[in-house]
């Protein structure tokens, strides 16, 4: 009988441990922070792919919208509606022009809890996208390597933004791995050329609203050998956020290069 008893209750203590378990697990599962990538122009989603297999392995609740790419206030509104229906911790990661995005887009939104830039624009209010790449006395060979078609529907842009026609803007596919992706293989980098998606030249010259960067915690990963945005504009940018910093040598695409630093840098911000 006693023995019985004692094992009715070995059995019942192993069973609450269990269910102990379980629960604590189901519990830091559903408190992991949802991940969102936001990529920039000349690029889509899919340079994120590596760091977003990696944080999916890990456990996290993973999304990449794609950046519309078509004016700054737009894109952002569009961003902020997507993480608007997202429950829980948010930890927003913005690449090249999404980092000017993700800077509006997380204003207001209490959830936001870190920005995460790699090689991006940190604006702040009244800066527009191109004027940032001359902070910190840099100098940037993207505009000497772009090309501009008109689309169906292009409106005039108003003389503050340069007047003219508003057109899509592309990186040429002769020099976009100079530009873009330097440390990537070439043939990858000639497939990413080809499938580029090109942004609104107004996205480019529209000025910024409030820096979201001023209220959230940010890191920030700086490539030394970016040609698009200058490394001196990106440590402006880091350092004017108060941002928690790492340099590594890359080209602008540091996503698609060096998926480990950027995934690593992603997860001190979320945790």
């Known amino acids: 009988m006693r023995r019985k008893l004692f094992a009715g209750l070995a059995a019942l ?6 269910s102990l378990t379980v629960a604590t697990q189901a519990e830091a599962h559903r408190t992991k922070p949802t991940i969102v990538f936001v990529h920039g122009a000349f690029a889509d989603a899919s340079g994120f792919g590596a760091s977003i297999k990696a944080l999916q392995k890990l456990g996290y609740p993973v999304m990449a919208p794609a950046n519309p790419l078509r004016g700054l206030a737009g ?22 022009y999404g980092g000017a995005v993700i800077t509006n887009a997380a204003t207001g939104n209490p959830n936001v809890k870190s920005l995460v830039y790699i090689a991006a624009y940190a604006l702040d209010e009244g800066e527009a996208v191109f004027q940032a790449n001359s902070l910190g006395g840099g100098h940037s060979d993207l505009l000497e390597n772009v090309e501009y078609r008109t689309f169906p529907g292009a409106g005039p842009l108003p003389p503050e933004a340069g007047g003219g026609v508003d057109a899509d803007a592309y990186i040429k596919q002769s020099s976009f791995r100079q530009i873009f992706a330097a440390d990537v293989p070439a043939s990858e980098a000639a497939l990413m050329a080809a499938a580029q998606r090109p942004a609104a030249v107004s996205s480019l010259l529209y000025p910024s609203g409030p820096p979201a960067w001023k209220s959230v915690p940010s890191w920030y990963l700086v490539a030394k050998d970016d040609k698009a945005i200058p490394p001196e504009a990106e440590r402006f940018m880091a350092r004017r956020a108060k941002a928690h910093t790492i340099e590594i040598s890359s080209s602008h695409a540091a996503m698609v290069s060096n998926p480990k630093a950027v995934t690593g840098l992603v997860l001190a911000a979320a945790k």
């Open 13 to 18: 203590t192993l069973a609450v441990g269990v």
């Open 75 to 96: 894109d952002s509104a569009y961003v902020k509606s997507v993480i608007s229906q997202i429950p829980g911790p948010i930890v927003l990661v913005g690449h090249s």
